[in-house]
């Protein structure tokens, strides 16, 4: 059964950083992008950030471009998100996605706030 | 960045009626479209990949079709538990961008 547990989120103030993490089990992890979603309240989703399986390629949003950064390690099947520069509009459920989206995980909250 | 409109933002309807929400890219992006659900509170459920392919224990109620920049999601026929909020993503081109949603309430 495909696995993907997020954490990491959490309370930060405006500047600061956090770091998720998304632990995969289920598939074989390095044969996937993968992928982090997020949904600020109320709002509708968007794709913040992807890598593909060749370790190097990735892409962001525009919103996060020179933010934030998605790696990967496939020893450990997991995906990070360093998100640096936090801004009040970073505040959202993020989501760690496989593939297109065909699986997700249940989301790590994260909150910018003085 | 590639923009999908999706039509409409919300809309009112009856078991068992027949349901079509539209999404439009600003350029050409193949077949390479997916469509989701969220039910309130749940997380996102994709139901068709690839335009037109459905995933694993969907419901055939459910179809997608189109090409190039216009894009359908078809309920053939709505059941309670398809009222949810409705999502397609392109894939096709680098970042990756959904629509806005489509909302689908009970009449």
């Known amino acids: 059964e495909v696995q993907l547990l997020e954490s990491g989120g959490g309370l930060v103030q405006p500047g600061g950083s956090l770091r998720l993490s998304c632990v995969a089990s289920g598939f074989t992890f390095s044969s996937y992008h993968m992928g982090w979603v997020r949904q600020a309240p109320g709002k509708g989703l968007e794709w913040v950030s992807g890598?593909?399986?060749?370790?190097?390629?990735?892409f962001y949003a525009d919103s996060v471009k020179g933010r934030f950064t998605i790696s990967r390690d496939n020893s450990k099947n997991t995906v990070y998100l360093q998100m640096n520069s936090l801004r009040a509009e970073d505040t959202a459920l993020y989501y760690c996605a496989k593939g297109w989206g065909d699986r997700w995980g249940q989301g790590t909250l994260v909150t910018v706030s003085s | 960045d590639i923009q999908m409109t999706q039509s409409p933002s919300s809309l009112s309807a009856s078991v068992g009626d027949r349901v079509t929400i539209t999404c439009r890219a600003s350029q050409g992006i193949r077949n390479d479209l997916g469509w989701y659900q969220q039910r309130p509170g749940k997380t996102p459920k994709r139901l068709i990949y690839?335009?037109?392919t459905l995933q694993s224990g969907v419901p055939s109620r459910f179809s997608g079709s189109g090409s190039g920049t216009e894009f359908t999601l078809t309920i053939s026929s709505l059941q309670p538990e398809d009222f949810a909020t409705y999502y397609c993503l392109q894939y096709n081109t680098d970042p990756w961008t959904f629509g806005q949603g489509t909302k689908v309430e009970i009449k």
């Open positions: 690839a335009t037109s």
């Open positions: 890598i593909y399986e060749s370790v190097g390629s990735t």
